[in-house]
């Protein structure tokens, strides 16, 4: 069973960063696809970001060009750089292997919280 925990999360202004970090218990990266979602107060959970092991990204229109997803396979460990953000990228943000129509495939960590607010 993968373990996977979140971290970075806080509370930043809007036009802020903030740098979101996902370690897994294992090796994972090399063969899947790796994502990162979200969970905003009253909303079900979305997709983000995903990066697949041949390094290729994909982003939800919402975060195009403000997020980055990327990866330290030697750490096992997946990132998302998140620039400019805005009130409502607020939510509890959750990292997990991306599989067919952008479900996570393990069991999912407990997130961590970011709060974007002035």
């Known amino acids: 069973q993968v373990q996977l925990v979140e971290s970075g999360g806080g509370l930043v202004q809007p036009g802020g960063s903030l740098r979101l970090s996902c370690a897994a218990s294992?090796?994972?990266?090399?063969?899947?696809?790796m994502g990162w979602y979200r969970q905003a107060p009253g909303k079900q959970r979305e997709w983000v970001a995903s990066?697949?092991?041949?390094?290729?990204?994909n982003y939800a229109d919402s975060v195009e060009g403000r997020f980055t997803i990327s990866r330290d396979n030697t750490k096992n460990t997946v990132y998302l750089q998140m620039n400019s953000l805005k009130p409502e990228d607020t939510a509890v943000y959750y990292c997990?292997?991306?599989?067919?129509?952008?479900?996570?495939?393990?069991?999912w960590g407990q997130g961590t919280q970011v709060t974007v607010s002035s």
């Open positions: 997990n292997s991306v599989g067919v129509g952008l479900v996570g495939l393990y069991s």
């Open positions: 294992r090796s994972i990266f090399r063969i899947n696809a």
């Open positions: 990066l697949t092991s041949g390094g290729s990204t």
